[in-house]
C-alpha cells in the first residue's frame, strides 16, 4: 500500500500554535498513556513496513463506497481499547468553511480566533481582522495511512480520540493534539472496522450532500477465503 505516514504531518510552528489554542479554549486533550503511546509505537513499525498490518485487509465495497478496511478471518480478535493507528494526514490551519472538497478531511479544532500576530504569521495574505475563523484540519487525501479507508457507521466499533503524545523514552516524537484509532469493542475475525465521522457538529455528510450507507461491523463481512458472507 503507498499510503505509509505513520503520525499526522504538522510544522514546529503549527503545534506551537495549537498547544497555545487548546490552553486558551480550555480544550480537553487527555495525554495518551504509556499503553496507548507502545500501541501508537508498534502499529507504526507496521505500517513503515508494509503499509497495511498482515492481520488487515483492504477489500473493494460495492458502488460508490469504495473501499474498506477488514479484520482477517483467521487473524486474532482486535480487543476493546487496542490501538487501531493514528489517523495520518497534512494538519493544516485553514479559514474555516473553506475546506476544499477532500473526503479525507478532519477537523480537529474549529472556530478559532487568531491575535493580530498570529493571523500575520499564519495567513499572510489575508488583512487581519479580530473576527476571522480559521480551523485546524488533518487532511489524509494525499498523504496518510490505512485509517483513510476505514468508512462510517452509526454504530462503529472504532472512536477517534484526540490525545497528547508526551514525552517519552519510545521514540514517538510529542505532539500537542493526535487523532488516535481505538477499538471502542471487540473487533471480529472477518468484520469491517468502522468509526463514526461526525462530532457534535454534524458536519460531514450535511457538507457532502447524501446519506451515510446504514453499515455495521457485520454487514459485509469477510470469510477465510477473503470473500464477502453471503446473507
Ligand atoms: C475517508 S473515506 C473512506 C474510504 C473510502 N471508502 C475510499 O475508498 O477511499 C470517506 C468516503 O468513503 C465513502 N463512505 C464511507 N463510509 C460511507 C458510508 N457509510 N456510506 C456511504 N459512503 C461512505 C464516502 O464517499 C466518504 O466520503
Same mark, same amino acid.
Request: charged fraction near 30%.
Given at each position: 500500500?503507498?499510503?505509509? &505516514?505513520?503520525?499526522?504531518?504538522?510544522?514546529?510552528?503549527?503545534?506551537?500554535?495549537?498547544?497555545?489554542?487548546?490552553?486558551? +479554549?480550555?480544550?480537553?486533550?487527555?495525554?495518551?498513556?504509556?499503553?496507548?503511546?507502545?500501541?501508537?509505537?508498534?502499529?507504526?513499525?507496521?505500517?513503515?513496513?508494509?503499509?497495511?498490518? +498482515?492481520?488487515? @485487509?483492504?477489500?473493494?465495497?460495492?458502488?460508490?463506497?469504495?473501499?474498506?478496511?477488514? &479484520?482477517?478471518?483467521?487473524?486474532?480478535?482486535?480487543?476493546?481499547?487496542? @490501538?487501531?493507528?493514528?489517523?495520518?494526514?497534512?494538519?493544516? &490551519? @485553514?479559514?474555516?468553511?473553506?475546506?476544499?472538497?477532500?473526503? $479525507?478531511?478532519?477537523?480537529?479544532?474549529?472556530?478559532? =480566533?487568531?491575535?493580530?500576530?498570529?493571523?500575520?504569521?499564519?495567513?499572510?495574505? #489575508?488583512?487581519?481582522?479580530?473576527?476571522?475563523? $480559521? #480551523?485546524?484540519?488533518? %487532511?489524509?487525501?494525499?498523504?496518510?495511512?490505512?485509517?483513510?479507508?476505514?468508512?462510517? #457507521?452509526? +454504530?462503529?466499533?472504532?472512536?477517534?480520540?484526540?490525545? =497528547?503524545?508526551?514525552?517519552?523514552?519510545?521514540?514517538?516524537?510529542?505532539?500537542?493534539?493526535?487523532?488516535? $484509532?481505538?477499538?471502542?469493542?471487540?473487533?471480529?475475525? /472477518?468484520?469491517?472496522?468502522? @468509526?463514526? $465521522?461526525?462530532?457534535? %457538529?454534524? #458536519?460531514?455528510?450535511?457538507?457532502?450532500?447524501?446519506?451515510?450507507?446504514?453499515?455495521?461491523?457485520?454487514?459485509?463481512? &469477510?470469510?477465510?477465503? /477473503?470473500?464477502?458472507?453471503?446473507?
Amino acid at each position: 500500500m503507498k499510503f505509509k &505516514l505513520t503520525r499526522q504531518e504538522i510544522s514546529q510552528e503549527l503545534n506551537s500554535l495549537a498547544a497555545k489554542i487548546i490552553n486558551r +479554549k480550555k480544550i480537553r486533550v487527555p495525554k495518551a498513556t504509556r499503553n496507548k503511546l507502545a500501541g501508537v509505537a508498534a502499529i507504526g513499525k507496521k505500517i513503515q513496513k508494509t503499509g497495511l498490518p +498482515k492481520y488487515l @485487509v483492504r477489500k473493494k465495497l460495492k458502488g460508490k463506497l469504495g473501499y474498506g478496511i477488514f &479484520l482477517r478471518a483467521n487473524a486474532k480478535p482486535i480487543m476493546k481499547g487496542e @490501538v487501531i493507528a493514528p489517523y495520518s494526514g497534512q494538519v493544516m &490551519l @485553514v479559514p474555516q468553511n473553506n475546506d476544499g472538497d477532500s473526503d $479525507y478531511i478532519f477537523s480537529l479544532i474549529s472556530d478559532l =480566533r487568531l491575535t493580530k500576530k498570529e493571523q500575520k504569521a499564519f495567513d499572510p495574505k #489575508s488583512r487581519y481582522h479580530p473576527r476571522r475563523l $480559521y #480551523s485546524i484540519d488533518l %487532511d489524509a487525501e494525499k498523504k496518510g495511512n490505512f485509517t483513510r479507508f476505514i468508512n462510517h #457507521s452509526e +454504530k462503529p466499533n472504532v472512536e477517534a480520540h484526540l490525545l =497528547r503524545i508526551p514525552a517519552n523514552s519510545l521514540g514517538l516524537k510529542p505532539s500537542a493534539f493526535e487523532i488516535i $484509532y481505538i477499538a471502542n469493542k471487540t473487533i471480529r475475525p /472477518g468484520e469491517q472496522l468502522l @468509526v463514526c $465521522y461526525e462530532g457534535e %457538529d454534524k #458536519s460531514y455528510w450535511g457538507a457532502q450532500k447524501i446519506k451515510p450507507f446504514p453499515m455495521t461491523p457485520q454487514t459485509f463481512q &469477510l470469510d477465510s477465503k /477473503g470473500r464477502f458472507l453471503l446473507r
